[in-house]
């Protein structure tokens, strides 16, 4: 009965990862022009019997919005809010040729959206902005992860996001982050932020109440030791609607483990039925 609940509960919950990449598709859509595009050159790409995905060399992937998994619902709207609308409709190709063949379905398809492409689907390792010494500091002022650190997605996805989404670069900070930027050390903490090869910093920081602050800062080219800062609120996201909990690919390794225990409980319970079937009827012929 245990295993069977465990088989019940995961099936619902990998039906309800579906779920969440078709509310994407439909938030895609509704969202804007480039949106709806992007879902018209993903179907393009999927349509059965078309064989239009063979015409590839490498795998292509997007809508990026598609492709992207939340690790903490509570942050979906600050992924969104790093990420720009031009790169959650983009798409991603693996090699200049299916680059150049994907632009060329795209203005056939009238579908302007941006392409981007990882020249052999690589990965390359993210390097922290801040030293060592500087990022233990900003830990002290509840600064602990990047915005990349709350996300799952393909190599190549990944790739465009660091390069054009900075999420390895942007902070997320807690409740004990928000008061320090409105107390007394605020100023060293923006010193601290901006202490790194670009001389300015995005950090996001949890309010209170599931709100969630912006803060952008720039060092200052006229005064030494001074940072410009500006806040703002972090709105709910128009497409990363639905956060996705957890790895689809996982929950289904789950389900058919789960699926195979159960089955083989199934099997032995059978077993152990038709020996006792067997010893009743030995008994009767006696």
């Known amino acids: 009965e245990q295993r069977s609940r465990a088989v019940g509960m995961l099936t619902h919950e990998l039906k309800s990862q579906?779920?969440?990449v078709r509310k994407r598709f439909q938030a895609l859509k509704s969202s804007s022009k480039q949106g709806e595009a992007a879902v018209r050159v993903r179907q393009w790409l999927d349509e059965q019997g078309k064989g239009n995905r063979g015409k590839f060399r490498g795998?292509?992937?997007g809508p990026i919005?598609?492709?992207l998994q939340i690790t903490d619902p509570e942050l979906t709207a600050v992924v969104e809010a790093q990420v720009p609308a031009r790169i959650l409709t983009g798409f991603v190709t693996?090699?200049?040729e299916d680059f150049d063949r994907?632009?060329?379905e795209c203005e056939r398809l009238r579908a302007h959206i941006t392409i981007y492409n990882i020249e052999g689907g690589r990965l390359k390792q993210a390097k922290c902005p801040y030293s060592p010494e500087t990022f233990a500091s900003l830990q002290r002022f509840g600064f602990h992860r990047f915005v990349k650190d709350v996300?799952?997605?393909p190599g190549p996805v990944l790739q465009v996001l660091q390069d054009h989404g900075r999420v390895d670069a942007a902070l997320i900070g807690d409740e004990q982050s928000a008061r320090e930027f409105s107390g007394a050390n605020a100023q060293e903490l923006e010193a601290m932020l901006s202490n790194c090869p670009s001389k300015s910093f995005v950090a996001y920081v949890n309010q209170g109440g599931g709100r969630w602050g912006s803060y952008r800062g720039q060092s200052s080219r006229y005064q030494a030791g001074k940072t410009m800062t500006t806040v703002s609120r972090v709105r709910k996201g128009r497409v990363l609607q639905a956060s996705e909990e957890g790895d689809t690919e996982d929950l289904r390794r789950r389900l058919d483990t789960e699926q195979e225990a159960l089955?083989?409980?199934k099997a032995d319970a059978k077993r152990t039925a038709a020996k006792g079937q067997a010893a009743m009827e030995a008994v009767t012929r006696a």
């Open 18 to 20: 579906g779920d969440v």
């Open 59 to 61: 795998h292509v992937y």
């Open 65 to 67: 919005a598609v492709e």
């Open 94 to 96: 693996e090699c200049k």
């Open 102 to 104: 994907l632009n060329r």
């Open 151 to 153: 996300m799952q997605c």
């Open 263 to 265: 089955a083989a409980l």
